[in-house]
């Protein structure tokens, strides 16, 4: 006995298969290249999501399906994207350094590095807004996502990408200023 999902997937592709479509997936993994994942693992992602709309499509709502599958392909890849990316996108202090550009002396040792490090960093950072300085603190020493830092402090994603931008052009202006005046 057949299922309503079978039917209507091999009645909508008539002479097609899904295999067919794979040119399809490739086409929308290449869209994502670049993006911390290597292209072969992007097209079973995808491969992946062409069989899940291979297996919910139906025919009769007259969608075609290259459109129908192309949701499913995208969230598939995006989804794996995600769950990759959920440990390597985190920000640290040690990104924060080079992004700011704090130089410390090449003869510190580790902890002379480290306190002058820290030192640098607060009166940085005393130089920023209140706001500012949340942003900072939550993504470089919380190690949270832009997202997340937005749910935080009840502001839009794009705002807390604005605002971390502004915050790390003062203090490479600021530890650049530094480094001229000494």
Do not use: H
Request: aromatic share 10%.
């Amino acid at each position: 006995m057949k299922g309503k999902n079978e039917n209507s997937s091999a009645a909508a592709a008539g002479p097609l298969s899904a295999e067919s479509f794979l040119p399809f997936v490739r086409y929308v993994a290449q869209r994502f290249a670049g993006r911390g994942m290597p292209q072969d693992e992007l097209f079973q992602y995808g491969s992946l999501g062409l069989w899940k709309a291979w297996l919910k499509y139906d025919a009769e709502r007259n969608v075609p399906f290259a459109s129908f599958a192309f949701i499913y392909i995208e969230g598939e890849i995006r989804s794996a994207l995600r769950k990759n990316s959920a440990f390597s996108c985190r920000m640290t202090v040690d990104s924060l350094e080079e992004r700011t550009e704090i130089c410390i002396p090449v003869d510190a040792d580790d902890d002379e590095a480290k306190v002058l490090r820290n030192l640098q960093l607060r009166e940085g950072l005393e130089t920023l807004s209140e706001t500012e300085k949340a942003v900072i603190c939550l993504r470089y020493f919380r190690g949270l996502t832009q997202k997340k830092t937005a749910a935080v402090l009840w502001v839009s994603q794009p705002t807390v990408s604005k605002t971390e931008k502004n915050a790390l052009k003062k203090l490479k202006n600021k530890f650049c200023q530094n480094d001229q005046i000494e």
